[in-house]
Nanobody, 115 residues
Framework: QVQVVESGGGLVQPGGSLRLSCTASGFRFSSYVMSWYRQAPEKERELVAVIGAAGGSTRYGDSVKGRFTISRDNAKNTVYLQMNSLKPEDTAVYYC????????WGQGTQVTVSS
């Protein structure tokens, strides 16, 4: 059974930090490109970050570049998103995606940045 599960979301003040985790099972994790997307209410889904299967290639959306860092630990079947210098406009549901021959999505975790 395929599972992709995000965790680590919550409420944080502007300027604060948060680390999201995404743990996968039921497929060969080390073969998959992993991504983080986010979606705010009434807005389109937005790419946040992408990391290659071996962890050697990363790419970020313009709005988070320099503030967020994606990483992965294939031994733990886990991908992370370290979010620093958070802004209210980062408020969204954050989704984890696994992409290879098939794509799998997690259920999302809520991040709220507010004072």
């Amino acid at each position: 059974q395929v599972q992709v599960v995000e965790s680590g979301g919550g409420l944080v003040q502007p300027g604060g930090s948060l680390r999201l985790s995404c743990t996968a099972s039921g497929f060969r994790f080390s073969s998959y490109v992993m991504s983080w997307y986010r979606q705010a209410p009434e807005k389109e889904r937005e790419l946040v970050a992408v990391i290659g299967a071996a962890g050697g290639s990363t790419r970020y959306g313009d709005s988070v570049k320099g503030r967020f860092t994606i990483s992965r630990d294939n031994a733990k079947n886990t991908v992370y998103l370290q979010m620093n210098s958070l802004k209210p406009e980062d408020t969204a549901v954050y989704y984890c995606k696994a992409e290879y021959r098939q794509n799998y999505w997690g259920q999302g975790t809520q991040v709220t940045v507010s004072s």
